[in-house]
């Protein structure tokens, strides 16, 4: 999320990246013996890596350093702390101080992008372009999925009006549809109306395509073959006897593979200041794992020593799945935790507000910040539990006084131990991660890999998981489980998924469950109300509370203010 | 559609394609002087002209023959008789024999394709590659239609949800949703469900992409700015006063445009002989006008002397419509039409069957073929109405006889007095089209472009319109009105709309609009049911019959067959 609208002396994230002088992509890549048989130009400045060079950059990585630095975040205001932007500028900082590095982020969903005034390519003088198609289209990836996603959902449909063999109980279909388009009127439909020509009415619904579990087996597979094998094992709806019904058993795997044919090859691209950066996958981080895919992280190995890539909303939802769901899944390690931390966010907290009133934030004190320590705090240890250095970055808005960052840097060293560094990377690109840069060096370099562990083993029982994830990263006293969610664990253990990691679905608005409660929440169970599984990509997924899979557009879509003219220049884009 | 199912000596489409030894698209581009600046790669195979460079392209073709040949075909068996197969054979003929010849033709909707075993590329020896990428994906102009439309619905329906200040009538919303997938269960659908977070209840459907009146625009747009324009004046839905609101009272205009910035850029591949070929914009034939996009012609016109292109079904549908619409609003005269005749569908007709029986068809005599003529006939005597030169094409199929293809060639010359010619474009490329080429290269030499004129007058009344394309194209007595017709007409007189050309949907099984009266049906009354105007596109629909904008997928559909192995190779694309 960029937060140019807090600057008003800066040009737009848009005109920064109009301004900007790229180099061609196949000159970009030059260096690593990247050609034209090992790239798929999307223009001039956007290529795939084809499957045979990321096999060579594997390969690569054997002789790389192999050093991973997660940047996460504390509990956001609705507006973002500034992820993305400290993850490319952090990534072009290190390249900046001698370091060879990487970075890879989540492709931008093209709903949000219409909904609030935000897209997702970073942004000032830490952004990846070119912006305007990374935020629009890119490289066609998430129409690819919404496209295997419904072919999915189609032949499902047509299963079940022609003859249902399978005995499809239509009361129990696990597979929705799926749009890149935030469309609250498809959040519950009833489809197949019309008479016998329409098929069979039932009730059905739409996600957001990066809430698909097609798009989580994107980004944890590790090759088409492995790719092909978990799109087989997603289970798409259980018959009259409440037996799995899976795509290979609706006999979509082939085509649904052929569609992601191309979506599957990473993408990559260049920061403003010339870092390559893969942009690659985008799960969301509430019913999927929230990191950019695993092919993504396995082929910028092979291209640097470090690697920079980012978790989702704050680290109770993104990073912890990255420790427990993807570095299990993935084999990887982290050297290093990036947390970001802003002024804004931690008075947020210390007005424990909700909603966030960004007038009273601006005019709250000193005092506000200290009193919003709490959540940065839990945050900070949370990530400690996982035997991996912290460093957090202070990412300075254009209004935070001197006193409030120095307050937040001091607290970092005083209280909590824990290197500390002001990021102004958004409006200096990397004049303005240094520090931040060497104290992540530092970390990394005095870091003993054998030190990081995920909180629970896959033989822990899934309530077990649960719980740990509840008590040690949430701060709650316990679980309850209500709704069928007891069932669904009978269900789960008997299809055999005891052994999978679990996924929980939280709002990211909070530590806790209840998305008005900031701080540090004590005194409180977390609820489970259902558990089903993502076969596909290998997790549980449990959910709490409401978690929306498909937004809406507010009453003033930042989509009204977009525009393009006869040249081809669009504007309202951020 | 290719005919690679008729042929059992022959290799497969897509293995003729992986055969095939294409030049990067920048070294086949090079002699027109398109390079890296007015070339946006998709891959090494597949580009898109920027804008300015179609604009030069377009000042090029003043200095050039701007010869227009339009491919049309007799009405079709279900299979398809090789239109596309003979357009881009054609195209490599008059290459081959010394002409300067592109070619432009419709990109395949993805969503047939997993339901009958066909793309859209063309085939065997006359086809455009790569031909996956083209059935697929290709450079994503359908994805970003979908998302286009699909932006429009939630903005429309936001709006209704969230005060409704529009006084949109729920019960008059002229916009449903789209998808590139045949899936039956959307055609009739009921959305908004859940509650207030749902936004409003109510009826909905969803079309298939290719039938958006968002494909329309984009396939008339002169340019961006243009295209703005045509985006601005769709109208969405009515208000309780049945007054029109269109994109631009929702806000959408810009947002829309912006999503279409690449789409509008034309698409150029090659063929499996090395001929420039447009695959731009892909419209159906029934609710629009069902031809590739004139950007694509006006920039094929600076490339070659040349152009051939086809229009979909047969002659009463898209060439019609090429005719009194396209030509109309794009300002081209057409100088000769290729008439795609076969045995098969000869047959077909002569046997006055339906369904189609293709076993019963193999079997049936020469008599079925002369019996069958009546329907060749009549095309070919509406065609000349247009004061366009016809010959026709007998593209033969590997178990045609020689007697059979003779007959057809005696009754051209004998019974009818046009020019004719067998093809075999199919199975020898070039080497298959000499007569054929030569033959329209005559007619082209002979022709005067004066002789040119639509069959109705901007002035004429919607009525009259409609009856001039009943009678003298359908053959149909006249023209009754039933459903909301007579009060539809009287909507568009008010809305100022009685200039537009119509754009008449029916069956394109048979010239009538009875799918099952086959030949040259006589006696007979075209029902007009439903009138609506596609403002932004510039034209009426005149709805008869039930015209399915969103197919199903069959019992058996073809992507259940679809494949794709770890090194990428697919299988089951025909």
Same sequence: chains 1, 2.
Wanted: hydrophobic share 40%; with cysteine; net charge negative.
């Amino acid at each position: 999320m960029s937060s140019s609208d807090e600057e008003e002396s800066m040009p737009s994230d848009y005109e920064i990246a109009q301004s900007a002088d790229p180099v061609p992509i196949w000159d970009l890549l030059e260096p690593w013996d990247l050609g034209n048989e090992d790239l798929q130009y999307y223009g001039e400045y956007k290529a795939k890596v084809e499957h045979h060079a990321v096999e060579r950059l594997r390969e690569d990585a054997e002789d790389r350093a192999n050093n991973l630095v997660l940047v996460t975040g504390m509990t956001p205001t609705p507006l973002g702390e500034g992820k993305t932007v400290t993850t490319v500028g952090l990534g072009q900082t290190l390249d900046h101080i001698g370091e060879d590095a990487m970075i890879a982020i989540r492709e931008p969903s093209l709903g949000p992008v219409f909904g609030v005034k935000g897209g997702a390519a970073g942004g000032g003088y830490s952004q990846v372009l070119p912006m305007e198609d990374i935020n629009l289209h890119f490289t066609g990836d998430l129409h690819a999925l919404t496209a295997a996603h419904n072919l999915v959902a189609a032949m499902l449909d047509a299963k079940v009006s022609q003859g249902n063999e399978l005995n499809v109980d239509v009361n129990d279909v696990a597979w929705p549809r799926a749009l890149d388009m935030n469309d609250r009127a498809l959040r519950e439909t009833v489809v197949g109306l019309g008479g016998k020509s329409g098929g069979t009415p039932r009730e059905d619904g739409f996600l957001l395509t990066a809430a698909s579990e097609m798009m989580a087996v994107l980004c944890l597979a590790s090759d088409l073959e492995d790719l092909k094998e978990r799109i087989a094992r997603i289970i798409v709806a259980y018959d009259d006897d409440g037996e799995p019904i899976t795509v290979d058993d609706i006999e979509a795997t082939g085509a649904v593979a052929m569609l992601l044919r191309d979506a599957i090859k990473p993408n990559i691209v260049q920061t403003i200041e010339g870092t390559p950066a893969f942009v690659h996958g985008g799960p969301f981080a509430n019913i999927a794992h929230g990191t950019n895919s695993l092919i993504a992280d396995k082929a910028a190995f092979g291209m640097g020593d470090y690697l920079v890539t980012e978790a989702g909303f704050g680290s109770d939802l993104g990073a912890e799945k990255f420790m427990n769901i993807v570095c299990r899944l993935g084999d990887m390690t982290p050297n290093a935790v990036v947390m970001v931390a802003s002024v804004r966010a931690l008075k947020y907290h210390g007005e424990d507000m909700w909603p966030a009133d960004f007038d009273a934030i601006e005019e709250a004190g000193v005092d506000a910040i200290e009193r919003g320590f709490e959540n940065l705090d839990k945050h900070v240890e949370n990530l400690q539990k996982f035997g991996v250095p912290v460093v957090v970055a202070v990412n300075r808005f254009p209004d935070d006084t001197d006193e409030e960052v120095q307050t937040v840097l001091d607290h970092c060293r005083d209280d909590l131990d824990v290197k500390a560094a002001e990021s102004t990377v958004f409006g200096e690109g990397s004049e303005g991660g240094e520090e931040l840069a060497e104290r992540v060096v530092t970390e990394v370099e005095n870091n003993d890999p054998e030190e990081f562990s995920p909180l629970y083993e896959d033989e822990a029982s899934i309530k077990e998981k649960i719980e740990t994830v509840a008590t040690e990263i949430y701060g709650a006293d316990g679980v309850t489980y209500t709704g069928t969610a007891d069932e669904d664990i009978e269900r789960m253990e008997r299809l055999g998924f005891e052994e999978f990691p679990v996924c929980l679905s939280k709002t990211f608005h909070s530590l806790s469950d209840d998305a008005s409660e900031k701080g540090a929440p004590e005194d409180w169970t977390l609820e489970v109300r259902e558990i089903y599984p993502s076969a596909g990509a290998g997790f549980l997924v449990a959910l709490t509370g409401d978690v929306l899979t498909m937004p809406g557009l507010p009453a003033d879509p930042a989509a009204a203010d977009m525009d393009i003219d006869e040249d081809g220049n669009i504007s309202g884009l951020f």
